[in-house]
């Protein structure tokens, strides 16, 4: 495998749980934040302004609030460094952490439970999400230390990923001691 391989993998959100209550919720605000300010501009007798101001400011809202609501998360591995990042609405992308591969002190299937149990042996400190769903297949976790600066001390944290066969063999190739792989990803 080439030493400087390049991995990027991209996962969306699905709307479930808080993140479809955070959509409906922005939704419904959206259509009561005209009715509020039309009525309160009815009571102030200034109504004929507010009819060019209301849908400017919605478009306004809109533009800004929409995008924590559809979120999308990359993963990408560079020469042994993990990179995950949050995409925001498609428009905007957020450095959550970075990573050498060979510092993770596992890798390995949520699904089994000897693994599951050392995760929570493990005692994360900080915890990451990268995955669709927790519901969705092949979900992976790594365990590692974060905070790596001089000013910070390390802390125990935990990464979700949905894994592929590519970012396994990928896994497999920086930290081969530490990566176990599932019967389905063999």
């Known amino acids: 495998m080439n030493e400087f391989l390049t991995y990027e993998f991209v996962v969306s959100q699905k709307p479930k749980g808080k993140w479809l209550a955070a959509r409906i919720g922005l939704i419904a605000f959206y259509c009561l934040y005209p009715l509020v300010v039309l009525f309160f501009g009815m009571k102030a007798q200034i109504i004929a302004p507010l009819l060019a101001f209301v849908p400017l400011s919605l478009w306004l809202i809109i533009f800004i609030t929409w995008r924590y609501v559809s979120v999308d998360y990359e993963y990408s591995v560079t020469s042994g460094t993990l990179t995950f990042t949050k995409i925001y609405g498609n428009r905007s992308r957020r450095k959550i952490f970075e990573m050498k591969l060979k510092d993770a002190v596992r890798i390995a299937p949520l699904e089994a439970p ?62 081969p001691s530490g990566t176990v792989l599932s019967n389905t990803t063999r």
Do not use: H, Q, W
């Open 114 to 175: 000897l693994e599951a149990d050392r995760a929570t042996a493990y005692a994360p400190e900080r915890e990451f999400v990268g995955v669709s769903s927790m519901s969705a297949p092949d979900i992976y976790i790594m365990l590692f230390e974060l905070g790596n600066d001089k000013n910070r001390e390390k802390r125990r944290a935990i990464f979700y990923f949905e894994a592929t066969a590519k970012m396994l063999s990928v896994c497999r190739f920086y930290n």
